[in-house]
């Protein structure tokens, strides 16, 4: 049960966030682009026993944003998700404005390895998971946490995270959170609230495909690249066009050799909407 928390400081600058954290020595942090919803909140929960103070941040990055897609439409719900950050006990929260984080033109970015960060979402969305990164580093240099939590659903992101932390010696514990579902399967998304009733009650269909093909590999199937294909092909058939479905190991992402940790991922539109979805086994 979450507790709730009347006091919650709201911090607008990076000055106000630094002075309001001094006393602690522990930060855990959740880094969110607001629009929040019952996973962000399974991301809070998860990171309030890890730290001696938990830390949201709420920042629409333009960076990660390309031309085409929805930076300016992205759902802005500022006083429902203070609500509900409120709700369910987070401390501190970072709300910075675009001239607060990037004062300047950010010129230096974050350029993750193009075997993790150009594949995939990398592919579709070009330059996603450097402006995923660059941000992710400043706000980790805003807030100093000790640790923070990302959620599975986001696999690639988590991933390119631990990463970063891991090359450049960052004394942050990534902790991965399991994907929060609606009660039909479908992954919470901020993207969600784009579909239609009718595309609501077909969004279901991402995660049952990633669960038939996790099942037809479980079962021995073994011809990876035939059974993406069919997977895509049934998605299309429902009137999805998807970009991807695809088994990889969970390691690296890269296709599987042998018997190890696997996930599938997939990312599809459904009308204007671009859902995605993943699944360990
Ligand atoms: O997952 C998200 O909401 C965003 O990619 C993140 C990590 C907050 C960076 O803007």
């Known amino acids: 049960m979450l507790t709730s928390n009347t006091d919650m400081h709201i911090a607008r600058t990076l000055q ?32 309030k026993p890890l730290g ?39 401390d501190v929260l970072f709300a910075p404005n675009e001239r607060e984080l990037y004062p300047e033109p950010q010129t230096y970015k974050v350029h993750p ?17 450097v402006g ?11 807030v100093q946490p000790r640790v923070a939590v990302f959620g599975k659903k986001d696999y690639q992101q988590l991933m390119v995270i631990r990463g970063m932390v891991r090359q450049f010696a960052l004394p942050i514990e990534i902790i991965a959170c399991e994907t929060k579902r609606a009660e039909d399967g479908l992954a919470l998304s901020s993207r969600n609230g784009y579909l239609s009733p009718a595309q609501r009650e077909e969004a279901v269909q991402l995660s049952v495909t990633l669960q ?18 069919e997977a895509m092909e049934a998605l299309a058939h429902r009137g999805w066009k998807p970009d991807y479905v695809t088994v990889r190991r969970c390691s690296d992402l890269q296709p599987p050799l042998d018997q190890e940790p696997l996930v599938v991922l997939g990312a599809a539109k459904l009308g204007a ?5 993943s699944l360990e086994f």
């Open 16 to 47: 106000e966030l630094r002075e309001h954290l001094a006393p602690f020595r522990k930060p855990a942090f959740v880094p969110t682009m607001g629009n929040l919803h019952e996973g962000h909140l399974a991301l809070i929960a998860k990171a």
């Open 52 to 90: 001696d103070v938990t830390v949201a941040s709420i920042f629409v990055n333009r960076l990660q944003f390309l031309p085409h897609e929805d930076f300016d439409t992205y759902p802005r719900t500022w006083d429902a998700d203070c609500a509900k950050l409120e709700a369910a006990g987070c």
């Open 113 to 129: 390895p193009a075997e993790l960060a150009d594949i995939l979402e990398g592919h579709f969305r070009p330059g996603f998971f």
């Open 132 to 142: 995923v990164s660059t941000v992710v580093m400043k706000l980790f240099a805003c």
């Open 212 to 229: 038939r093909v996790a099942a037809a590999v479980q079962r021995g199937r073994r011809d990876l690249a035939a059974l993406e294909e």
């Open 273 to 277: 909407t671009r859902l995605i979805d």
